[in-house]
């Protein structure tokens, strides 16, 4: 089924997962809010990639560092110095474009055929026609002052990445943890970029969550970093798979050309989605050599080695970085779940297009919802220490105005997996019906072992 950005969009509003950010001033451009439902959404999914990525190994650590660094930082880094996309301005309209962008649009690889025309020579604004200027460089990082003066002592910047944060606390970690390599270091958290071009929903935005690890390993250790990065790949494959349940046609595993490199890099691979508005990354993994810890070693003056203790080698650790977009993956979660489908309804053999989110149960912002059939005090008596009972081990809605089948419709729209209905039966059977999402079917449990019934269908509830 093709999705359409629109429906995905008019949906998150609706329902609650994403809002216009400020909206009642009439917005702000690009900027979004996670409402309700979408808040629980992203809860889930940064729960279940800190279980996976960290959590359940022995090898990984969690990190929370200052979104604001010293500026030494993105020197060492070199985002100071390289952390810009090229910038064209129509001269008629004025509008500006990443030159990567539109070079995209003339058949080029984005942001990779360094060789092929400037957008300049070749490429007439999109929204008028009228010519461009020639690229420049713009830096994305956003500028701003420490202290209560507006001199350039005090300038700082909001992080572009959480892995700073990693690197300048490499040592720190070790110590306290008294871990070996391979150790890695996660860390999720809000970044921000001033993108030119900011836009398909949250695919861009200029503040958006990263959650990421550096992996510092011995290169020369059995199998060398090759092997690292097969196991992440590995692992990375699985998450999808397992635990995101993506369409795996729909991701494209895009070795990036050796010539097509960043400079600190020996291999990456982007992993990208097929989104509605075209193919665009998703996240990506990296060999990022000694680059970090070198250059962090000579701006700051201290010694990053590290020493084996069995051998007594010192040696510089390299680093495999798998990055992930948090909101990516939320819209990916989002498009994956969409599905639109016919279904009965209360009259005979009538039946309306139902749409329903299937998100993976674990990933559902709300695990069930307590639906007494009238507003009745008999039913409530029944419903709201039965969802007060359940609420203890899931996230659990209560509701109890509309039509069932406006109240199911609801249910399925936001993704509810279990819809457990009091009816005047229960009075008498102390029973409830519970139904599932996506078969619709419907069984009737006794009051006292839904709970028991629930934990069953969720992995670790
Ligand atoms: N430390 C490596 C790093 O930051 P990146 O590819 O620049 O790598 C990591 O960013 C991930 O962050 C991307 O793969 C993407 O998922 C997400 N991302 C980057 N820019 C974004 C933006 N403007 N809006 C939303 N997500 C973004």
């Not at 910047?157 to 391979?182: C, D, Q, S």
């Not at 692992?235 to 046609?249: G, S, T």
């Not at 996240?283 to 680059?291: L, S």
Request: glycine share 6%.
């Amino acid at each position: 089924m093709q999705k359409d950005m629109d429906k995905i969009v008019s949906l998150a509003k609706r329902r609650g997962f994403v809002f216009p950010g400020s909206e009642i001033y009439g917005g702000l451009a690009n900027s979004w809010d996670y409402g309700p439902i979408g808040h629980l959404l992203k809860q889930n999914i940064k729960k279940a990639w800190w279980k996976f990525f960290v959590l359940e190994r022995p090898d990984m650590v969690p990190i929370d560092t200052a979104i604001l660094m010293n500026p030494k930082v993105w020197e060492a880094s070199e985002h100071l110095q390289n952390f810009s996309d090229e910038l064209v301005e129509c001269k008629k309209c004025h509008h500006r474009f990443r030159a990567d962008h539109l070079l995209e649009a003339v058949g080029a690889r984005p942001g990779y055929d360094k060789e092929k025309p400037r957008p300049a020579d070749k490429v007439r604004c999109p929204d008028c026609g009228g010519a461009l200027t020639a690229p420049r460089n713009f830096n994305l990082m956003f500028k701003t002052y420490l202290g209560t003066t507006e001199d350039t002592s005090s300038v700082v910047y909001l992080r572009p990445e959480t892995a700073g944060g990693m690197f300048v606390n490499f040592k720190n970690v070790l110590n306290v943890t008294r871990r070996r390599l391979p150790l890695g270091i996660a860390q999720i958290g809000k970044c921000f970029r001033n993108e030119i071009t900011p836009g398909n929903f949250i695919f861009r935005t200029r503040e958006f969550e990263i959650g990421e690890f550096e992996y510092f390993i011995n290169p020369d250790s059995a199998g060398g970093w090759e092997k690292t990065f097969e196991m992440w790949l590995a692992e990375i494959r699985r998450w999808w798979k397992d635990v995101m349940r993506v369409d795996a046609d729909n991701l494209v595993w895009h070795e990036i050309p050796k010539n097509e490199l960043a400079h600190y890099s020996k291999r990456t691979v982007d992993i990208e989605y097929k989104y509605p508005f075209g193919v665009k990354e998703l996240h990506g993994i990296a060999y990022r050599t000694d680059f970090d810890l070198s250059r962090h070693e000579k701006i700051s003056g201290q010694d990053l080695h590290y020493t084996d203790p069995d051998t007594g080698e010192k040696f510089l650790p390299h680093v495999i970085e798998p990055t992930f977009g948090i909101d990516r993956m939320l819209l990916v979660s989002l498009l994956e779940a969409y599905g639109e489908e016919e279904a009965p309804t209360a009259e005979k053999g009538e039946t309306e297009t139902r749409v329903v989110m299937k998100f993976p149960k674990n990933l559902a912002p709300i695990q069930a919802a307590v639906l007494p059939l009238s507003k009745k005090e008999e039913l409530s008596k029944i419903g709201l220490p039965l969802a007060a009972e359940l609420r203890k081990k899931f996230i659990v809605d209560y509701d109890e105005t509309q039509s069932i089948g406006k109240r199911y419709r609801r249910q399925d729209e936001i993704g509810t997996p279990y819809c457990v209905t009091v009816d005047f039966d229960s009075l008498e059977d102390k029973k409830v019906t519970v139904r599932d999402r996506d078969s619709m079917r419907q069984e009737r449990i006794a009051i006292k072992e839904v709970g028991d019934y629930l934990s069953e269908k969720f992995d670790h509830a």
